[in-house]
């Protein structure tokens, strides 16, 4: 008899039990829902208000835009000065900015990853780009060209049959290269300081990449020279992840100030020599 009047009391409980354990659930899983499609939605700009910084993703290793001095560890650019011109537009504080190192090949998919909040890195606009990120208006026009020694007597695209070219992997450059001289050799380097050396070193009989950063490699080491003139049009935007357009309308009202007060034609003049024509 006593265990037949327990037998209702054992279901009580356990019944009990499931429906708050049930209830418990719901809550959490509605809680943890909320938080992460608030986060999700939250835009760039939120974002970068929220963590009191923002983060950059440039070049270490380009001269004029982004390249890093091993005595000091400063990172300084054209690239640099506008990322720090954007954090003053959104912050307040040219300081506030956190520069994270990227190349060619890993600059989208740590954008895409949400390690960086933009890419500033001498990245050409392209429409194969546009499909995996967004882009801000052009703000530097490059054009690609050929590195060689001075004593070279490659002058062009003609003088490439058979003749080894460095590029860096990831970049337009090297699938340029292969169309445009198809005969050529062309290798591959992680990046341009990589692909620099292994030109002194003599692995390579011409670097190609965007006239400009030939330009900083040629200001290191006067043995080199550009030659065969620009033979494509690299526009250099600044890339957002994809959908983001309040953050691409702050890049370009950036830029519209940058050129509306002058501060871009003095940030050209400091970095490339000239103001922009």
Request: hydrophobic residues 35%; negative net charge; aromatic residues 6%.
């Amino acid at each position: 008899m006593k265990n037949v009047l327990k037998w209702p009391s054992f279901m009580l409980v356990l019944i009990l039990s499931l429906v708050l354990s049930g209830c418990s659930t719901g809550e959490e899983s509605s809680s943890s829902g909320g938080s992460g499609g608030s986060t999700e939605a939250k835009g760039t700009i939120e974002q970068i208000k929220e963590r009191g910084k923002l983060i950059a993703g440039v070049k270490y290793d380009t001269k004029l835009f982004g390249l890093k001095d091993p005595a000091s560890g400063e990172v300084e650019g054209f690239d640099i000065d506008i990322a720090k011109a954007l954090a003053k537009q959104i912050l307040g504080d040219e300081t506030k900015v956190e520069l994270k190192e990227v190349t060619s090949k890993t600059r989208i998919p740590m954008l895409q990853n949400g390690d960086i909040d933009l890419i500033i890195a001498t990245m050409t606009i392209t429409d194969e780009r546009k499909e995996q990120v967004d882009f801000s208006d052009v703000y530097f026009e490059a054009g690609q060209s050929l590195l060689v020694k001075n004593d070279s007597a490659i002058t062009g695209l003609e003088s490439l049959d058979g003749v080894k070219v460095l590029a860096v992997k990831g970049s337009t450059s090297a699938q340029n290269i292969r169309e445009k001289a198809p005969d050529a050799e062309v290798l591959e380097f992680d990046n341009y300081q990589d692909a620099f050396t292994a030109l002194k070193a003599g692995k390579g009989e011409a670097l190609t990449t965007d006239n400009i950063i030939l330009i900083g490699m040629q200001q290191t080491d006067n043995n080199y020279k550009l030659v065969g003139g620009n033979f494509t049009s690299e526009p250099y935007g600044i890339a957002i992840r994809k959908g983001d357009t309040a953050f691409v309308e702050e890049v370009n009202t950036l830029l519209k100030n940058l050129k509306d007060s002058g501060e871009y034609d003095t940030l050209h003049e400091k970095w490339l020599g000239s103001k922009p024509e």
